[in-house]
């Protein structure tokens, strides 16, 4: 097994994806106490209901967690940079989410050799939900 440093990685190479299971209300309002965020839009169907929605829909920021833990099963949180996202879809009750990285860049700034990470969110049909770009430190 190789040690994670800048020399072992190169562009083009993937980072380890994560599969979550389906997203459930249980798992939003959970994520709705654990974030401090309880917009009715995520747990209220009559709510989502009345906003023209069919159901409730995952916070977006549940879904970056995601991509930030893919990271973080990767290297130390205290090497990541810069976390940057675009929200591209909604996720709805019972998508199930993979996330999935991708090195597009190596670079030296300042003292520290780092690298650029493109993640994206997806669900079960390919529709992608979030997509990020990070730069993490490598030893």
């Known amino acids: 097994m190789s040690v994670l440093n800048y020399n072992s990685v190169k562009v083009d190479d993937n980072i380890p994806s994560l599969s979550m299971p ?3 209300r249980h798992a939003l309002a959970i994520y709705c ?3 401090g965020d309880h917009n009715p839009l995520h747990v209220d169907i009559d709510f989502a209901r009345e906003s023209g929605l069919d159901d409730v829909i995952a916070h977006g920021m549940l879904i970056m967690a995601y991509m930030g833990r893919t990271l973080t099963n990767w290297v130390s ?9 675009r929200f591209q879809a909604m996720t709805r009750i019972g998508d199930a989410i993979t ?3 991708k090195i597009v860049e190596k670079f030296i700034d300042g003292d ?11 669900d079960q049909r390919g529709e992608v939900k979030a997509l990020g770009s990070v730069v993490i430190a490598l030893s």
């Open 77 to 85: 949180q205290d090497a990541i940079r810069s976390f940057d996202t």
């Open 22 to 24: 389906p997203v459930t």
């Open 112 to 122: 520290e050799r780092c690298v650029r990470v493109e993640v994206s969110a997806a």
């Open 99 to 101: 996330t999935t990285g």
């Open 33 to 35: 106490g654990a974030s």
